[in-house]
C-alpha cells in the first residue's frame, strides 16, 4: 500500500466530552462548514475528537468560524 500525503490539507480538531452521543455537535458543524462554502475531504470522529482535513490557507478561517458556532453561540 502506498501512503498519501496531502501538504495542502492541516488537521482542524474539536475537542470534547460526549461529542457524538446525539450527533449534534458533529451536525452543527458540518452545517457550519456547508453554509461557509468548505468541503471536507476527510474525516473522523469519536466520542471525544471530530478532526476533519481542511485546506491549510483556510484553516484560520474554519477554526474562528466553528469556534464562534460551537463555543461562542452554543
Do not use: C, W, Y
Not at 10 to 27: E, F, M, W
Not at 48 to 64: Q, Y
Amino acid at each position: 500500500r502506498a501512503v498519501e500525503i496531502h501538504e495542502n490539507l492541516v488537521p482542524v480538531s474539536i475537542v470534547g466530552s460526549r461529542l457524538t452521543q446525539d450527533g449534534k455537535v458533529l451536525s452543527r458543524t458540518f452545517e457550519v462548514l456547508d453554509q461557509n462554502a468548505f468541503s471536507v475531504t476527510m474525516g473522523q470522529a469519536s466520542s471525544v475528537v471530530i478532526s476533519l482535513a481542511v485546506p491549510r490557507m483556510k484553516a484560520p478561517e474554519v477554526v474562528g468560524l466553528l469556534h464562534e458556532a460551537l463555543i461562542q453561540k452554543g
